[in-house]
Each structure stands twice: as C-alpha cells, then as structure tokens.
C-alpha cells in the first residue's frame, strides 16, 4: 500500500489490516487481538464477518476498529462489501485514518472537554499533513457568499428560542459566519434562564451541508487553529445547555451538521435526513466535536464506519442506531 508522500514512515508495517471472524468457534475461549490497556499502534483492525455473530464475540469486536457485518451492536455495520471503500480510504489518506482510529479510542474513553481538547489537537495537527495539503491544492475555493442576509436567526416567543442557520444557497455551510452567529444565539440561552427552550434547525434544502470547504486551511498557522477550534466549539457550547435544547434536522446533515447536533439530548430528523462524515476524504478527522458527540450517541465503531466509508445514512438507521433521537 503506497501514498504520495511519507512513504519512507511505513515501510514494515500495513496501516490496514482485515480480520476475518468466520469460522470462529465462539464457544472455546477466545482471548482479545491485544493486550488491554496496552499502546495502540498501527493498523486499523477492520473485522469481516458474513454470519451473525454471538454475544460471545464482544470481547474482541470491542478492541477492533469496526467490523463489517455480523450485526452484533454497537460494534458491526455495513457488510463486507464496505471493505473496499475502507480500503480506498486508507491507501488515501493513511495519516488522518490512523489519526480518526487513535483519537476515537481516546475520545470515547475521555470526558467531554477532555475529549474536545484530543480532537482539536489531531484535527490541527492534519491541518499541516501533506494530504491535506494534497486536498487544498486540488479544490479551487469559491467566492464569498452574498445576498442570505444574516447568517443565523433569532426568533423569540415567550420562553422558547429558535434559532435557524440561515445560508440556504450554501446549504448552511458551517462556515466563521455561520459559527460565530450559532455561538452568539446559544450565549443568549445561556445567559438567561428565561428561556426554557431552545430549537435549532437550517433554512432551504438542508440543515447544514458542513463546513465551508473554502475556508479550510485559511487560519494563519496550526496552533492558531487549534486555539481557535477549541474556544469557538459549538458542540460544546450545547452540551452546556444540558436538556433545554433540541435539534431538528432535514436534508444534507454532513460534516459540523451531524457533529454539532449530536451533542444535544434530543435530536429530532425528517424522512429526507442523511448523515455524512466526510472528512478523511480531506485528510482529515471530524474536526467539530464528531469524535466526542457522535461516539457517545452510537459508539466509536459505528463512528469510525461512518468516517472510513463516507457512506451516508438515511434517517431510520439513524434512528436505529441512536444517532437521531425521533423522526418528524
């Protein structure tokens, strides 16, 4: 397996390495693939099951990275079939894979603000890796947007505030404009123990497509963006607002538009919700709280399935998997 650059750092070791779990007799003891609470060095573990698996197989699915197949939850999705996309992941952008598998693995285990400092340290770090780089080099960025008027929404009636991300032409691209405007409606939340309620959702075709590819890579060095990322961090700013908020989600929920939500106790989707972690694809990782909020809502491994496939899910198996709370 080859990438455009850092070849010279893997030379003995594969960053993917498939698990087949068929055949296994379950019922002889069976010891897990590591050592618990040892390092965790490369490659990805992906275990590929075609039957269903028993209870009896947690013991090691948990220490894999995801496993296709075999249906036992909350570790298993999608079907062998997605182990070439997984692949084509991988050859891709190995850094920000094994980067998205080490943060998952301490994020899931970390407490909230613990956990969002871990992310904002690696989604930097990527920042300055040559795949992305690869990626910038290769995305022509688009002008700014004018015309949507304000970039969120503040409706007030009584105790309830609504509150609606407001760039339909850009499918609420999760941009500095729309940031700042979702932190200073939440403040307001915060600030007054009036309001009892707070709804967010997007104006136009979707809820938000994500961040706005255009202004990716645009801080100043990597260090700035960290800081920046991590005291600008909507998902933290609604996990502060414990059960007074709710999300109700359509459209494209992509990206900063899965990640954000999934922090809120309550979530609510339409039939034409889907859900995408698109990120490696950039050669980078969830980067708006992903790592934190989506692993507690439907575990690391369903997260990493989402992140190395890039396969989007519709609505039900979102709320199958907890990810959405209710459908409209």
Same mark, same amino acid.
Request: aromatic letters at 6%; one cysteine or more.
């Given at each position: 397996?080859?990438?455009? /650059?850092?070849?010279?750092?893997?030379?003995?070791?594969? %960053?993917?390495?498939?698990?087949?779990?068929?055949?296994?007799?379950?019922?002889?003891?069976?010891?897990?693939?590591?050592?618990?609470? $040892?390092?965790?060095?490369?490659?990805?573990?992906?275990?590929?099951?075609?039957?269903?698996? %028993?209870?009896?197989?947690a013991?090691?699915?948990?220490?894999l990275?995801?496993?296709?197949?075999? #249906?036992?939850?909350?570790?298993?999705?999608?079907?062998?079939?997605?182990?070439?996309?997984?692949?084509?992941?991988?050859?891709?952008?190995?850094?920000?894979?094994?980067?998205?598998?080490?943060?998952? *693995?301490?994020?899931?285990?970390?407490?909230?603000?613990?956990?969002?400092?871990?992310?904002?340290?690696?989604?930097?770090?990527?920042?300055?890796?040559?795949?992305?780089?690869?990626?910038?080099?290769?995305?022509?960025?688009?002008?700014?947007?004018?015309?949507?008027?304000?970039?969120?929404?503040?409706?007030?009636?009584?105790?309830?505030?609504?509150?609606?991300?407001?760039?339909?032409?850009?499918?609420?691209?999760?941009?500095?404009?729309v *940031?700042d405007?979702?932190?200073?409606?939440?403040?307001?939340?915060?600030?007054? %123990?009036?309001?009892?309620?707070?709804?967010?959702?997007?104006?136009?075709?979707?809820?938000? /497509?994500?961040?706005?590819?255009?202004?990716f890579?645009?801080?100043?060095?990597?260090?700035?963006?960290h800081?920046?990322?991590?005291h600008?961090?909507?998902?933290? $700013?609604?996990?502060?607002?414990?059960?007074?908020?709710?999300?109700?989600?359509?459209? !494209?929920?992509? #990206?900063?538009?899965?990640?954000?939500? /999934?922090?809120?106790?309550?979530?609510? !989707?339409?039939?034409?919700?889907?859900?995408?972690?698109?990120?490696?694809?950039?050669?980078?990782?969830?980067g $708006?709280?992903?790592?934190?909020?989506?692993?507690?809502?439907?575990?690391?491994w369903?997260?990493?399935?989402?992140?190395?496939?890039?396969?989007?899910?519709?609505?039900? !198996?979102?709320?199958?998997?907890?990810?959405?709370?209710?459908?409209?």
């Open positions: 397996m080859t990438t455009k /650059s850092g070849d010279h750092w893997r030379t003995a070791v594969d %960053p993917l390495c498939v698990v087949d779990l068929d055949d296994v007799d379950w019922t002889d003891p069976v010891g897990p693939p590591l050592t618990p609470g $040892a390092p965790f060095p490369a490659p990805l573990l992906i275990g590929v099951a075609t039957t269903a698996l %028993p209870p009896q197989a013991p090691v699915l948990e220490q990275t995801i496993t296709l197949g075999g #249906g036992l939850s909350p570790y298993c999705a999608g079907t062998a079939n997605d182990l070439a996309a997984i692949r084509e992941t991988v050859i891709a952008a190995p850094f920000a894979a094994l980067t998205l598998d080490g943060v998952l *693995r301490a994020t899931s285990r970390a407490a909230l603000a613990d956990g969002l400092l871990i992310e904002s340290l690696a989604y930097s770090m990527l920042l300055g890796a040559p795949e992305f780089a690869d990626w910038r080099a290769r995305v022509e960025r688009r002008a700014a947007v004018i015309g949507d008027g304000e970039p969120v929404l503040l409706d007030r009636h009584g105790e309830k505030l609504h509150i609606t991300l407001n760039r339909p032409s850009r499918h609420n691209a999760f941009g500095r404009a *940031r405007g979702l932190l200073d409606a939440l403040e307001v939340a915060q600030l007054d %123990p009036s309001v009892r309620e707070v709804v967010v959702s997007g104006a136009g075709p979707s809820f938000c /497509s994500g961040g706005d590819l255009d202004e890579g645009t801080a100043p060095d990597i260090a700035t963006a800081l920046v990322r991590l600008r961090s909507a998902g933290a $700013a609604v996990a502060a607002l414990g059960d007074r908020i709710r999300f109700d989600l359509h459209g !494209a929920c992509i #990206g900063a538009g899965v990640e954000i939500p /999934s922090f809120a106790p309550r979530v609510v !989707a339409r039939d034409d919700a889907y859900f995408r972690l698109p990120e490696l694809g950039m050669g980078l990782i969830p $708006a709280g992903g790592t934190v909020g989506i692993t507690r809502r439907i575990g690391r369903r997260t990493a399935y989402l992140a190395l496939t890039d396969r989007a899910i519709g609505a039900t !198996a979102a709320l199958e998997w907890g990810l959405v709370d209710a459908l409209a």
